[in-house]
């Protein structure tokens, strides 16, 4: 499966965003999508994660309540809802897809990678 991220943007403080990852490829249902976020000089963080089924996602701590995601598999595309954007949320902003494991936050367990789309908060 191939993956592209889309929606970033530069916001200020407060504002929300919604980003998409678009797959290609058949049997998208079947893959776990997470999001994943890269701030300049630090690593590859989790951010959160829906699994094929069922749909039940998780987050990290520090988007917890603020971040939703979702997914429509009629338009093979994950969402990442981000409100209440903080200048902490800066970042590239990258999806992955896995079929090995439900709801995991590693990195390592995910198979493909998207290009990243940029996040910038700042007032």
């Known amino acids: 499966v191939q993956l592209q991220a889309s929606g970033g943007g530069s916001v200020q403080p407060g504002d929300s965003l919604r980003l998409s990852c678009v797959a290609s490829g058949r049997a998208f249902s079947d893959y776990a999508i997470g999001w994943f976020r890269q701030a300049a000089g630090k690593e590859r963080e989790f951010v959160a994660v829906i699994p094929w089924r069922p749909n039940v996602a998780g987050y990290a701590d520090s988007v917890k309540g603020r971040f939703d995601i979702s997914r429509d598999d009629a338009k093979n595309t994950v969402y990442l809802q981000m409100n209440r954007l903080e200048p902490e949320d800066t970042a590239v902003y990258y999806c992955?897809?896995?079929?090995?494991?439900?709801?995991?936050?590693?990195?390592?367990?995910?198979?493909?990678w998207g290009k990243g789309t940029l996040v910038t908060v700042s007032s």
């Open positions: 992955a897809g896995t079929r090995r494991a439900i709801r995991s936050r590693a990195r390592s367990d995910y198979d493909y």
